[in-house]
T-cell receptor, first 114, second 111 residues
Framework: AQSVTQPDIHITVSEGASLELRCNYSYGATPYLFWYVQSPGQGLQLLLKYFSGDTLVQGIKGFEAEFKRSQSSFNLRKPSVHWSDAAEYFCAVGASGGSYIPTFGRGTSLIVHP | KAGVTQTPRYLIKTRGQQVTLSCSPISGHRSVSWYQQTPGQGLQFLFEYFSETQRNKGNFPGRFSGRQFSNSRSEMNVSTLELGDSALYLC??????????FGEGSRLTVL
């Protein structure tokens, strides 16, 4: 069965600083990988996804993520954080082929200081 | 293109009652999934419907049920509500690319 670990429950950064959110997954084959963001009181919005090909994936709002098969990781990065990026971030892994119901990590709460 | 619409957005029930939540997917999406989100357990998968058939089911008791109609709209029902059922219930639709499109959720409080 697939699983996702987001080791950091909370991350605090200053506005303008760089950001890296960690995600490690467990899956026997090539996974589908996703990062979603959830603002307070809202549903989840897809930031970016990896299915195959280039391991560096660009997403919306200036985010990017890199798939590293050797480390089973899919870390999310942003070079300069804005106060509006404060939210909950979820990494998810889905099975490639067949039923693709993704498994979500527990989430990382991002706090941005002015 | 309209997004995923969930109703009601907020509701309060008492223990023992039942509740029905509704989800209208993005036009053309035939897959609808439901998730329960709580601070303690995170996002937990309830079930997925595709073309009116339940295709996948999570590890929840039989009090949680759902259905999908021919127009892809879906409902989920929770019977005999317990305090622990208080949560944000999220619906997501998909066009089977693997990407989920979420609604804003229905916030259920059980007193």
């Amino acid at each position: 069965a697939q699983s996702v670990t987001q080791p950091d429950i909370h991350i605090t950064v200053s506005e303008g600083a760089s950001l890296e959110l960690r995600c490690n997954y467990s899956y026997g084959a090539t996974p589908y990988l996703f990062w979603y963001v959830q603002s307070p009181g809202q549903g989840l919005q897809l930031l970016l996804k990896y299915f195959s090909g280039d391991t560096l994936v660009q997403g919306i709002k200036g985010f990017e993520a890199e798939f590293k098969r050797s480390q089973s990781s899919f870390n999310l990065r942003k070079p300069s954080v804005h106060w509006s990026d404060a939210a909950e971030y979820f990494c998810a892994v889905g099975a490639s082929g067949g039923s693709y119901i993704p498994t979500f990590g527990r989430g990382t709460s991002l706090i941005v200081h002015p | 293109k309209a997004g995923v619409t969930q109703t009601p957005r907020y509701l309060i029930k008492t223990r023992g009652q039942q509740v029905t939540l509704s989800c209208s997917p993005i036009s053309g999406h035939r897959s609808v999934s439901w998730y329960q989100q709580t601070p303690g357990q995170g996002l937990q998968f309830l079930f997925e419907y595709f073309s009116e058939t339940q295709r996948n089911k999570g590890n929840f008791p039989g009090r949680f049920s759902g259905r999908q109609f021919s127009n892809s709209r879906s409902e989920m029902n929770v019977s005999t509500l317990e305090l622990g059922d208080s949560a944000l219930y999220l619906c997501a639709s998909s066009n089977l690319t693997g990407e989920l499109f979420f609604g804003e959720g229905s916030r259920l409080t059980v007193l």
